[in-house]
């Protein structure tokens, strides 16, 4: 049984910061990519940025320059450093990861974290 446990949303002002954090655990042999989505509330969910097992990151236009993914290999913990935030970032945030289990990589879901940004 994988899971995948975020942690550190909140409510901050506009032009805050906060660290989105994502632990997998379970019967874990490998994890290729790890991502972080969001979803506000009657849109779609979206990519907001991926890295690939070796350190290649991909973002979406819309928080390039703003926030950072990072990996921790050793802890199977994937990071969101957002940084400048505005109104328009206000959603649920979802962790994903392809993990090979001994069966083949599957994808997994995180339960979510609120982030709200607002004065």
């Known amino acids: 049984q994988v899971q995948l446990v975020e942690s550190g949303g909140g409510l901050v002002q506009p032009g805050g910061s906060l660290r989105l954090s994502c632990a997998a655990s379970?019967?874990?042999?490998?994890?290729?990519?790890m991502g972080w989505y969001r979803q506000a509330p009657g849109q779609q969910r979206e990519l907001v940025a991926a890295?690939?097992?070796?350190?290649?990151?991909n973002y979406a236009d819309s928080v390039k320059g703003r926030f950072t993914i990072s990996r921790d290999n050793a802890k199977n913990t994937v990071y969101l450093q957002m940084n400048s935030l505005k109104p328009e970032d206000t959603a649920v945030y979802y962790c994903?990861?392809?993990?090979?289990?001994?069966?083949?990589?599957?994808?997994?879901w995180g339960q979510g974290t609120q982030v709200a940004v607002s004065s």
């Open positions: 994903n990861a392809a993990i090979y289990t001994g069966g083949g990589y599957k994808v997994y």
């Open positions: 890295i690939t097992a070796g350190g290649i990151t």
């Open positions: 379970g019967s874990i042999f490998s994890i290729g990519i």
